[in-house]
């Protein structure tokens, strides 16, 4: 991963659970964060000394539950003592209510919640960013125009500065029967009208098209896109979540996610997701912070 | 292939074998005189049916010589558009003309289940201009037919406009799509119907153009108002033909080129099995001509 230069300070909510408390270690030993553990300061210890991690290296904070973590984390951030907030062994929907409230929240002005990942798979040439697979089900047009907004920016951090943006379907053609169709034929006359800024954007594409070099010259499918896609935009979470993971399944596939539309970077991962993958979400953090 | 002005027109059809045309109810004062000077100009070879004396009273009102014109007596108005449509379903005639009928009657003959015109395409109304300020003939579709089309619609209506183009010559005609503005608006659903036929041209969906929009309607005409807003598009300034948003608007860009730009104009229904020449008392003789023109040009 890109060498990072700042020491970049991390809230955790509810910061109990083994995979969060050692991807937290690995990455402040690391040197690229500080970290505020946030919920029951002896229980945060227990499961420091039994995972060998001496948790004089964090800074610990007391909550009474999920919830007041979750506060808590979300107004260090407001309050500038944090860069990053993350997600501990809590429920997403319980941690992204903090996030999304109103008042004390930590949401960007009329900003589209969402999320957008970076998978690295051996058979793919480079990385994919692929959204929206944990947030939001079914996305409108508006959804899907922030969507890619997102991932392009992400992109770009990695150092792609006009990302090829494939909006996903299940075939090529437009059809007035398929609101992703007509959503992405949409996009791409914004696109080509620089409505959407700093992509080469086609669709709807398969994902044949979208990542694989000879399929285009094959199908007759002129697209500048054309096999080299660096995000891949899918018209649900039902067909995006599956597609991650099981690219992590039988792909070797790794990833690195983020929710987007917010303040700040907030990191959530889902509670049996391993170390690596939460250390390498940490660092993705940074990288965006 | 391009098409300058309406003598343009002409030189497709000069020489060629002449097409049939029925004139149904062609006891007309209004269209008898366009029907005969085609036929003196070798362009078509009509059937008039309608009241045979009435069609003979006015020929000579108006010094018609209709020596060998083929009438067939019919005093019942509906009857003779039900004959002259049979005419042509029975492969007897190349084009339909409408003499005194209401339009309305006149096509829900044409689409009769059992006798008619039908094909399954939607009908639609296709008109040719020569404007002294544009350097080709430009189409425009829909003005008079198709109220509100849905993006359904407007696929027919492409597809039937760029057959026509096909038949009198243009290979690759360049279609605009017009809205108000030529950036995508989600409050317009002109720019989004725009991107959607694009994006069905592009994907070889809707075939034999070349589509482009959403464009307005200087863009569409004009490559200086074009390059003045930084628009890179293969169509504009150079637009074959312009599909409008709906009827409105088209019908008045359609009355303000002929009252405004002193255009010539030709119109015909696409659509049914045959093309179908609807002009209206309204309507300038050389109008009607040019209609007769465009009709036998677009003929299979």
């Not at chain 1, 991807?23 to 210890?45: M, Q, T, W, Y």
């Not at chain 2, 558009?81 to 829900?108: C, H, N, P, W, Y």
């Not at chain 2, 504009?236 to 019908?251: H, K, R, Y």
Request: charged share 25%; glycine share 6%; hydrophobic share 45%.
């Amino acid at each position: 991963m890109i060498a990072l230069k700042k020491r970049h300070r991390i809230a955790v909510a509810w910061a109990h659970d083994t995979n969060t408390i050692a991807a937290i270690a690995k990455a402040v030993n690391k040197g690229f964060i500080d970290a505020v553990l946030i919920g029951n300061p002896s229980e945060i210890r227990k499961t420091c000394n039994d995972e060998g991690i001496d948790y004089k290296i964090f800074t610990l904070m007391e909550a009474d539950n999920e919830s007041h973590a979750s506060t808590e984390a979300v107004r260090l951030a407001k309050e500038d003592k944090a860069d990053i907030v993350m997600k501990g062994l809590i429920g997403t929907d319980k941690f992204l209510r903090a996030i999304l409230n109103k008042e004390n929240g930590l949401m960007l002005p009329d900003a589209v919640l969402s999320y957008v990942c970076a998978l690295e798979i051996p058979a793919y040439h480079k990385l994919l960013f692929i959204t929206d697979p944990a947030v939001i089900p079914f996305p409108d047009l508006d959804q899907k125009i922030a969507m890619a907004g997102y991932a392009i920016e992400m992109a770009q951090k990695f150092g792609i500065e006009k990302p090829k943006i494939a909006l996903i379907g299940a075939s090529e053609k437009m059809s007035r029967h398929f609101e992703s169709a007509v959503d992405y034929s949409i996009m791409c006359k914004m696109a080509e009208k620089n409505q959407i800024k700093n992509c080469i954007m086609d669709g709807p594409l398969d994902i044949f098209l979208a990542c694989d070099k000879q399929c285009g010259k094959i199908k007759g499918v002129k697209t500048p896109v054309d096999g080299d896609a660096d995000i891949l935009l899918f018209p649900s979470l039902e067909s995006s979540n599956p597609f991650y993971k099981g690219l992590m399944l039988f792909a070797d596939g790794k990833i690195a996610g983020l929710i987007r539309g917010t303040k700040k970077p907030v990191v959530v991962m889902s509670r049996n997701e391993s170390e690596i993958s939460k250390y390498y979400c940490i660092a993705l953090s940074c990288l965006m912070a | 292939m391009v098409l300058k002005n309406m003598n343009d027109l002409k030189r497709l059809v000069d020489g060629g074998p002449r097409k049939k045309l029925v004139l149904a109810a062609a006891n007309d004062q209004h269209s008898l005189g366009a029907v005969i000077r085609a036929w003196k100009d070798n362009i078509i070879d009509p059937i008039l049916v309608g009241d045979e004396a009435e069609i003979h009273s006015i020929c000579s009102s108006n010094n018609y010589d209709i020596t060998g014109l083929r009438i067939i007596d019919e005093h019942e108005t509906e009857k003779s558009v039900e004959t002259a449509v049979k005419m042509v379903s029975g492969k007897q005639a190349d084009i339909l003309m409408k003499g005194k009928i209401g339009s309305a009657t006149l096509l829900r003959c044409v689409l009769n289940k059992e006798w008619g015109l039908r094909t399954g395409n939607l009908l639609s109304h296709f008109a040719l201009f020569e404007v002294d300020t544009y350097q080709k003939v430009i189409a425009v579709t829909d003005v008079a037919m198709n109220i509100a089309p849905t993006l359904h619609d407007k696929i027919a209506i492409v597809n039937n406009s760029v057959a026509c183009l096909n038949r009198l010559g243009y290979t690759m005609p360049k279609v605009a799509v017009l809205g108000a503005v030529e950036m995508v608006n989600e409050n317009m659903q002109a720019t989004l119907d725009a991107a959607l036929l694009s994006k069905m041209n592009q994907r070889d969906q809707i075939k034999n153009c070349i589509i482009d929009g959403p464009l307005a309607f200087d863009n569409a005409v004009s490559l200086e108002s074009a390059q003045l807003k930084g628009i890179k598009s293969e169509v504009a300034g150079d637009t074959d033909l312009l599909l409008m948003p709906d009827i409105e608007v088209g019908n008045v860009l359609y009355k303000s080129l002929v009252f405004f730009a002193k255009a010539k104009v030709a119109s015909i229904i696409l659509g049914a099995m045959v093309p179908i020449v609807l002009t209206s008392r309204s309507d300038s003789e050389q109008a009607k001509f040019d209609s007769i023109l465009l009709a036998a040009a677009a003929c299979r």
